[in-house]
């Protein structure tokens, strides 16, 4: 029986509508692409409910049917899947094509958790997934597969009408508030039910089911929906939760030096995190600057590293590497050649050879060597001096962004405390978790909507087997 304070709560299921692009209000995305399709009433009771309409959540809900299950999932946001609909730029860099243990060890220690669902469900088998529903993906550099034409839409389409045609249930603007079970019975939902037009009218439902997946992901980039509200669910029910901290995230740095940079983006360089004289971490690849700092994907892969060195209070510097290639030796080498065939021009022409244009005059001020002096008056000492700044441009590291910019969110449901087999609560039976919410979280690189996709892929699965 529906304990609900009013039987005539309405469902909606979003139907994608082609063709037209509205610019929506809450995003910068191209965005609502969705309407209302249909309005049914609530039911009694459910098989199933999926709490988030995420990549993990669509993907337990299509995965745990079965012709007789009633499921229902239950999204907080108007529109679903938005964080999915602006992944990878609006591109959705949907997985990797890494081996395995490679795969693994982008999740740096708890990868070892997801050995199972990957081993499962892993970047071929959700290539061929979405071949299946129509949606193709194209590898580019670093092993990053995107979708073909550049669409992140179509992946989040294709889930919504997949799980359509199953007649799952998709009821948005539903944020489920709490959580009770008495012992062994079945779950109770307490859903705030937004009346679509706004905030006003507000109607609170209880919802019963046997079994819940929760996909609620993490607290990054709140604006998407995914604000941190499934942490209260699941300790609510007795779960652990990790230290939450965001990754991903650009770093803030000394100075206005970022700042001058602004907008500039590296290729092929080197970034190294130092601290107390000990180089800890490296990557290898693109770097912007910020208008505060720096940022992409060599900075972001690194910026797990660097949060929890801020956090202990440790002083942190980042040396970049901006001739990778060539060593201390060769770079003067370079620098001797080009002195020695150029003796007349001005050294800003030499840093203009070596260097984007933007970095010129910032590298000629911190040389404090005029930019228009001639080549073959520079002394040896100077050309050390930039051979050094050319292979160790350092920043040094003031904090990081917040959950608002960061990709994903480190921390979670505790992993001993979720069956790597199924995603099944250890401690509630008939509770599973899929997706960010739980305490993974990767490199860049397309990992993390593979770690979404295989754990709900494993959970949905799960509930058809288990007996409960
Ligand atoms: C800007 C950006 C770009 C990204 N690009 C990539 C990329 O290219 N490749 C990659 O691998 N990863 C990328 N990521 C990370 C990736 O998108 C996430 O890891 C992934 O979306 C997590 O999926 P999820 O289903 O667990 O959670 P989410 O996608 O966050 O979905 C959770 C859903 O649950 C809903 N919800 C939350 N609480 C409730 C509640 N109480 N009741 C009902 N509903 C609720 C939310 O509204 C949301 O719709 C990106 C992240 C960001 C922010």
Not at 73 to 94: F, T, Y
Not at 286 to 300: A, Y
Not at 362 to 388: G, H, V, Y
Request: hydrophobic share 35%.
């Amino acid at each position: 029986m529906v304990k609900s304070g009013c039987k005539n709560a309405k469902l909606f299921f979003a139907e994608p509508l082609l063709g037209k692009v509205i610019s929506s209000p809450f995003l910068c995305i191209p965005g609502n692409i969705f309407r209302k399709f249909e309005q049914i009433m609530f039911q009694d009771e459910y098989d199933i409910a999926v709490i988030g309409a995420g990549p993990a959540g669509l993907m337990a809900a299509i995965e745990s049917h079965e012709s007789s299950r009633k499921i229902l999932i239950l999204e907080k946001m108007h529109n679903p899947a938005l964080k999915l609909r602006i992944s990878g730029k609006g591109r959705c860099n949907i997985t990797n094509d890494a081996e395995l243990k490679d795969f693994i060890s982008h999740f740096g220690k708890n990868g070892r958790f997801l050995k199972y669902a990957f081993s499962e469900f892993c970047n071929t088998d959700l290539l061929k997934y979405f071949k299946k529903l129509g949606v193709q993906f194209k590898l580019e550099r670093g092993g990053r597969y995107f979708t073909q034409n550049d669409n992140a839409m179509n992946v989040a389409k294709a889930l919504l009408d997949k799980a359509r045609s199953l007649k799952i249930l998709l009821s948005t603007n539903s944020e489920v508030m709490g959580i009770t079970r008495p012992s062994k019975g079945k779950f109770t939902l307490t859903v705030n039910k937004k009346n679509p037009a706004g905030n006003r009218n507000t109607q609170r439902i209880q919802i019963n089911t046997d079994k819940i997946v929760l996909a609620t992901g993490g607290k990054s980039y709140p604006r998407t929906g995914s604000s941190g509200g499934g942490y209260k669910l699941s300790s609510q029910l007795g779960h652990t939760i990790t230290p939450l901290s965001p990754s991903l995230v650009p770093v803030e740095t000394r100075g206005d030096s970022a700042k001058r940079l602004q907008g500039l983006s590296l290729k092929h360089v080197k970034a190294e995190v130092w601290c107390k004289n000990k180089k800890v971490d490296e990557r290898f690849g693109e770097m912007l600057f910020t208008d505060s700092g720096l940022s992409g994907p060599i900075i972001l892969s690194l910026s797990k590293t660097i949060v929890n060195l801020i956090n202990d209070k440790q002083k942190v510097v980042i040396s970049i590497d901006l001739k990778p290639a060539l060593d201390h030796k060769r770079v003067d080498q370079r620098l001797l050649r080009e002195i020695d065939e150029h003796s007349k021009q001005g050294f800003k022409r030499l840093l203009g050879r070596l260097l984007p244009a933007k970095l010129v005059p910032l590298f000629a001020e911190k040389l404090n060597i005029p930019e228009e002096k001639r080549l073959n008056q520079i002394t040896s000492e100077e050309r050390k001096r930039l051979k050094l700044l050319l292979k160790d441009f350092q920043f040094e590291v003031t904090g990081y962004r917040s959950f608002d910019n960061a990709i994903v969110t480190c921390g979670g449901v505790c992993i001993k405390e979720i069956d790597p087999q199924t995603m099944e609560s250890r401690l509630v039976k008939g509770l599973y978790f899929a997706g960010e919410l739980i305490d993974i979280d990767a490199d860049t690189g397309g990992f993390n909507l593979q770690a979404a996709f295989s754990t709900g892929w494993i959970a949905g699965r799960a509930t058809r087997f288990s007996s409960q």
